[in-house]
T-cell receptor, first 113, second 114 residues
Framework: AQSVTQPDIHITVSEGASLELRCNYS??????LFWYVQSPGQGLQLLLK??????LVQGIKGFEAEFKRSQSSFNLRKPSVHWSDAAEYFC???????????FGQGTTLQVKP | EPEVTQTPSHQVTQMGQEVILRCVPI?????FYWYRQILGQKVEFLVS????????KSEIFDDQFSVERPDGSNFTLKIRSTKLEDSAMYFC????????????FGDGTRLSIL
C-alpha cells in the first residue's frame, strides 16, 4: 500500500541551528513528492516539490529537500532556522494520474530562542 | 497571488443535519480536491474531481458525501447526515493541470458536530 512516513512527530531546535525533517515513502513507482507547511489555524502552504531531474530541490523560505531513490526518502533541510519557522510540516506523495496526495502524519517544529 | 478560498471558516452543526462546505478554487485550475484532517491526525484524501465528475474517492467518501461544481467557480462538499466522527478540518485544493503541478490549499473549514 502507498504510504508516507514522517518518523519524528515533534522536533525542537534552537534558533539559528540547522534542521532536517525526515520523510520516507512507499509507492509503486517514484511519486511526485511535496513538502507543505501549516501554521496554526491556516491552510497548507507548498514549500517545494520534486518531480524528476536534479535530486536536490530548492523551495521557499530557504528550505531545500533531497530525493534519495535508494532510501525512498525526501528529507527537508534548512541551514539556519528562524523562530517564524515554528509550524507543522507535512511530506506528501502524489499520484501521477489523479494527483491524489498521500500525507505523512506531520512533524511539529518548535524553535527555542 | 490567486488563492483558494473556503467558507465558512467554522461550521457548527447538530448530528444528523446536512452541511455544505464551500470552496472557490483558483480560476484557471481544472482539478479539485477535498481532504480532511481530524484533530491530531494526518491529512486524509477524500475525493478528486475533474471534468465535472469524480475521478477518485477514498473509502471515507461514502454515500453520505457528495461533491458538486454547480457553476464555473464554486466547488462544494455536502455531508448529508452528519455524524460525530465527521468533526474535522476540511481542506479544499485545486491544481492547474498535470499531476506534477502542485495543489493549492484553502485555509480550511473547521466542522464541529454536536
Amino acid at each position: 500500500a502507498q504510504s508516507v512516513t514522517q518518523p519524528d512527530i515533534h522536533i525542537t531546535v534552537s534558533e539559528g541551528a540547522s534542521l532536517e525533517l525526515r520523510c520516507n515513502y512507499s509507492y509503486g513507482a517514484t511519486p511526485y513528492l511535496f513538502w507543505y507547511v501549516q501554521s496554526p489555524g491556516q491552510g497548507l502552504q507548498l514549500l517545494l516539490k520534486y518531480f524528476s531531474g536534479d535530486t536536490l530541490v530548492q523551495g521557499i523560505k530557504g528550505f531545500e529537500a533531497e530525493f534519495k531513490r535508494s532510501q525512498s526518502s525526501f528529507n527537508l533541510r534548512k541551514p539556519s532556522v528562524h523562530w517564524s519557522d515554528a509550524a507543522e510540516y507535512f511530506c506528501a506523495a502524489g499520484s501521477s494520474n489523479t494527483g491524489k496526495l498521500i500525507f505523512g502524519q506531520g512533524t511539529t517544529l518548535q524553535v527555542k530562542p | 497571488e490567486p488563492e483558494v478560498t473556503q467558507t465558512p471558516s467554522h461550521q457548527v452543526t447538530q448530528m444528523g443535519q446536512e452541511v455544505i462546505l464551500r470552496c472557490v478554487p483558483i480560476s484557471n485550475h481544472l482539478y479539485f480536491y477535498w481532504y480532511r484532517q481530524i484533530l491530531g491526525q494526518k491529512v486524509e484524501f477524500l475525493v478528486s474531481f475533474y471534468n465535472n465528475e469524480i475521478s477518485e474517492k477514498s473509502e471515507i467518501f461514502d454515500d453520505q458525501f457528495s461533491v458538486e461544481r454547480p457553476d464555473g467557480s464554486n466547488f462544494t462538499l455536502k455531508i448529508r447526515s452528519t455524524k460525530l466522527e465527521d468533526s474535522a478540518m476540511y481542506f479544499c485544493a485545486s491544481r492547474i493541470g498535470q499531476a506534477s503541478s502542485p495543489q493549492h490549499f484553502g485555509d480550511g473549514t473547521r466542522l464541529s458536530i454536536l
